[in-house]
């Protein structure tokens, strides 16, 4: 197998049609940045779908919801409902443990 080869098969291509004006704007970004479009482009889109992945898996609460969260974590449990006791009964005769 050659080089050539193998760096191919760890790539992908993506294609996108953007609009001239953004084309611009890209061109100039990436060379403020020294690198070059592909790069520029890249190294954005990557930052990007990070950042979405990031804001999917934490949780932000603002003071006063993280206050509340943490009054219901510190508070006493409460009394069962009788919807909750009879579910936990039905459940126990129902299912079998491995």
């Known amino acids: 197998m050659t080089y ?6 760890e790539t992908e291509r993506l294609a996108t049609r953007i609009r001239p004006e953004d084309k611009q704007l890209i061109e100039k970004a990436a060379a403020l940045s020294g690198i070059s479009v ?3 482009v890249k190294m954005r889109l990557r930052e990007a779908a990070l950042e979405v992945i990031e804001q999917e ?3 932000q609460l603002n ?14 449990p409460r009394e069962p409902t009788p919807e909750f006791v009879a579910a936990w009964k039905a459940y ?7």
């Open 4 to 9: 050539k080869s193998v760096v191919k098969a």
């Open 38 to 40: 592909s790069a520029f």
């Open 57 to 59: 898996r934490v949780i």
């Open 63 to 76: 003071a006063e919801d993280s206050l509340r969260f943490a009054e219901a974590l510190l508070a006493p």
């Open 92 to 98: 126990k005769e129902n299912v079998k443990e491995a």
